[in-house]
């Protein structure tokens, strides 16, 4: 069954960086766009981040441009999310999310983590 | 970017009730459009695809229409189950796949 377990999540102070970790099992990683979603404490959904399944193009949601990379390794099936800079308002629940990848569908998510807590507090 | 609207907010039924929440998109997305369901405390899950087509595993109760701005999540018959919040989701646009504000659904 397909599995996926982030990690690396903690507090960090304004500025600060962190890494998000994604473990994926249950399906061939390597074939699939992965995603990173987040929801602010009480709030709705947020599409943070995409990377295609080679890694070839990345794409992200105009607030994280140029503080967050997204990353994979085929060869390890984890994704990543570095995340520099960090401001209050990155304070999220951090969900990675695995694309459904077939046709009519690209570009949604029917494979969630159970998510991943990143407060950004002083 | 691609500004998702729904309504309503918030919505209570009664068990049994036929249910719709609309969403709305600012400009056309054609069918690129899914639905999640997300219960407290946990992930979203994936109801509803290319605006109708429903997703493996999902009980036929949900459904979804249609295209261009304007689409609807249906539930038949509202089940205790379905107490959540439900979000749309726009796909047309590398620029940021947008999800909706979400619709808070109780039972009465």
């Known amino acids: 069954q397909v599995q996926l377990v982030e990690s690396g999540g903690g507090v960090v102070q304004p500025g600060g960086s962190l890494r998000l970790s994604c473990a994926a099992s249950?399906?061939?990683?390597?074939?699939?766009?992965m995603h990173w979603v987040l929801q602010a404490p009480g709030k709705g959904l947020e599409w943070v981040a995409l990377?295609?399944?080679?890694?070839?193009?990345?794409y992200y949601t105009d607030s994280v441009k140029s503080r967050f990379t997204i990353s994979r390794d085929n060869s390890k099936n984890t994704l990543y999310l570095q995340m520099n800079s960090l401001r209050a308002e990155d304070t999220a629940v951090y969900y990675c999310?695995?694309?459904?990848?077939?046709?009519?569908?690209?570009?949604?998510?029917?494979?969630w983590g159970q998510g991943i807590l990143v407060t950004v507090s002083s | 970017d691609i500004q998702m609207t729904q309504s309503p907010s918030t919505l209570s039924a009664s068990v049994g009730d036929r249910v719709t929440i609309t969403c709305r998109a600012s400009?056309?997305?054609?069918?690129?459009l899914a639905w999640y369901q997300q219960k407290p405390g946990k992930a979203p899950k994936l109801l509803i695809y290319?605006?109708?087509s429903l997703e493996s595993g999902v009980p036929s109760r949900f459904s979804g229409s249609g295209s261009g701005t304007e689409f609807t999540l249906t539930i038949s018959s509202l089940q205790p189950d379905d107490s959540a919040t439900y979000y749309c989701?726009?796909?047309?646009?590398?620029?940021?796949?947008?999800f909706g504000p979400g619709t808070k659904m109780a039972i009465k």
């Open positions: 990377i295609r399944n080679d890694g070839s193009d990345k």
């Open positions: 249950g399906f061939t990683f390597s074939n699939y766009h």
């Open positions: 290319k605006a109708s």
């Open positions: 400009q056309s997305i054609s069918s690129w």
């Open positions: 989701q726009q796909y047309s646009s590398y620029s940021g796949f947008t």
């Open positions: 999310a695995k694309d459904r990848g077939s046709s009519g569908s690209y570009y949604t998510f029917d494979y």
